[in-house]
């Protein structure tokens, strides 16, 4: 018995363990980094020792630990001390946010900024570096729009990179232009490459100060696990990370999925590399297109609002599959950012070939964002065992009406098709695309139980919401099993990992609009607190 004497018993009335559909009585007990035991609060109270601490949270949901599927760490690091332009309702309103933020922070060098979205603007017209120019004309500024996909700069950063009416467009890229052949100060897709370069050029000790922050920040929100995707990989970090997990300071555990780009050699080096609990090489990520709003998602079929394009894909479709093929053969998992249908269907296209050329094997392949996708390819996850890797709160992110304008009609009935695709039998796994959008979890949960759109009162398409219990799972053990991690994580079981946090009311309860504001009260990783909001461990 004194094997099993635990450093740590919580108890709660309302304990979601991702076993059933509902929270029951239960008590947890924890050793060293496991739980060791769980069941009635009787049966556990064995497990107390002289020095065991033990906290009763009452009708306070305990759960497994929010598992994000699907974000970028030092992007969204850097967007924590950013200004966040989402509730901008006009051009002026951003630049006087922009203004503002720039006055406060005189130190930055450059000005940055995250989630703009003209299609929320009275105009609804993109706006130019000259406005930009007027409130900072000698200091660069970079503001993403809300999808990441296309960026506002002014003339200051343009000249930094270099960018004159005489560059070409780089490869899956495009430099906005006014008819003379300046550039506007909008960059879409490759093109703001130049310009990120120099803006996220951090010094060491930034690095750190900003990973930090974010360390915190997803303490606080219950975030235990995330996976970290190829993104802007300006912001080389895979060496602050191992700094923070050597020193014992790493509170989230990391999985990492650099690029699928055909050097299979670097990335086996860095699978090597990265194998731990805490931080590990999960996979390979690439983008097959961009996003909706900038016409830049590949369709099957051309654009409703501008018929002369159905967007392009990032790389050609035979290059994709090769690369598929070959880091399939080598056991990788991937993943395939692709929202438009076009682009989901040679993600599925790509992995059913690796499957005819290498075998079946246990691979969990996944897709990312999956907006705009054709019925005949629904069945295909399911089929093929692809993961439905989803942020529902995205469904609320694009203006409604701009976005069906975009897309018609027809295509419209199978956006952000969550529960249809839960229903063919797949896996499912959600997360926010931090920092696209916030990091809070509970967010993205209240969208998939609502699917409330973007004017605040109308359900988009009911049959697609999903119960609270299928959310949750989607946040815990779905990423666990995308992950390989389903022994270790995502559920509340003897003998799992203790990444386990406490919220301050049991969302089973609360009104549903309720949900996005519940604070989380505790998280634990690894059988440590990492966050402990206001003293509520109180014996």
């Known amino acids: 018995m004194s094997q099993r004497v635990a450093d740590v018993i919580i108890s709660s009335n309302t304990v979601f363990t991702g076993l059933s559909d509902q929270p029951e009585p239960a008590s947890i007990a924890i050793k060293d980094n496991k739980i060791v035991a769980i069941g009635t609060e009787e049966e556990i109270k064995q497990c107390a020792g002289e020095h065991t601490k033990i906290y009763q949270f009452k009708d306070q949901l305990i759960m497994p630990g929010f598992h994000d599927f699907h974000l970028h760490i030092m992007q969204g690091a850097v967007a924590l001390n950013s200004v966040n332009l989402f509730a901008a309702r006009s051009e002026d309103e951003a630049l006087e946010m922009i203004g503002e933020f720039a006055e406060s922070k005189p130190e930055n060098q450059w000005v940055i900024g995250f989630t703009w979205d003209a299609g929320y603007w009275d105009t609804q017209q993109l706006p130019t570096r000259h406005s930009l120019d007027h409130i900072l004309p000698d200091r660069p500024a970079l503001m993403f729009h809300a999808e990441g996909h296309y960026a506002w700069v002014n003339t200051k950063a343009l000249e930094i990179a270099n960018i004159t009416r005489h560059s070409e467009n780089p490869f899956y890229g495009i430099i906005g232009r006014y008819e003379n052949g300046e550039p506007n100060g909008i960059l879409y897709e490759k093109a703001m490459d130049a310009v990120i370069r120099h803006a996220f050029n951090f010094a060491n000790s930034q690095k750190n100060e900003i990973f930090s922050n974010f360390l915190a920040h997803a303490a606080s929100l219950g975030v235990t696990s ?61 983008f097959i297109d961009g996003v909706i709003t900038a016409r830049t998602a590949y369709l099957l079929e051309p654009y409703s609002d501008q018929p002369e394009t159905r967007g392009e894909t990032s790389f050609a479709p035979e290059t994709i599959k090769k690369w598929v093929v070959d880091a399939d053969k080598e056991g990788f998992s991937i993943r395939f950012h692709a929202i438009g249908d076009g682009a989901i269907r040679l993600a599925l296209d790509a992995y059913e070939e690796a499957q005819k050329t290498n075998g079946k094997r246990d691979s969990r392949h996944s897709v990312e964002h ?41 295509r419209e009935k199978y956006v952000f098709s969550i529960n249809t695709l839960q229903k063919t039998g797949a896996k499912l796994a959600f997360g926010t695309d931090f920092p696209i959008d916030i990091l809070n979890p509970l967010l993205q949960i209240y969208r998939a139980v609502t699917r409330i759109d973007s004017s605040g009162k109308t359900v988009w398409h009911p049959h697609e919401c999903i119960t609270l219990a299928e959310a949750l799972k989607a946040y815990t053990s779905g990423p666990a099993y995308g992950t390989f991690r389903e022994q270790e994580l995502g559920t509340l079981e003897a003998g799992k990992l203790a990444d386990i946090i406490v919220l301050e009311r049991n969302l089973f309860e609360v009104l549903v609009e309720e949900i996005p504001d519940i604070k989380v009260l505790l998280t634990i990783v690894d059988g440590q607190v990492v966050y402990d909001y206001a003293g509520s461990l109180v014996r």
């Not at 050699?265 to 990520?285: A, E, F, I, P």
């Not at 529902?392 to 009609?409: F, I, N």
Request: a negative charge; proline letters at 3%; charged letters at 25%.
């Open 226 to 286: 995330v996976n970290d995707l190829h993104g802007l990989k300006t912001i080389e970090s895979l060496d602050v990370f191992k700094e923070f997990e050597d020193n014992g300071k790493l509170t989230t555990r990391i999985h990492l999925w650099p690029a699928l780009n055909g050097d299979l050699g670097h990335s086996k080096q860095l699978r090597v590399t990265y194998q731990s609990d805490k931080l590990r090489v999960s996979g390979l990520k690439q």
């Open 370 to 410: 999956i907006e705009v996708i054709h019925p005949d390819d629904i069945h295909r996850f399911s089929e093929l065992g692809v993961t439905v890797s989803m942020q529902p709160d995205h469904l609320a992110m694009s203006e409604r009406g701009v976005y069906t304008e975009q897309v018609g009609a027809e």
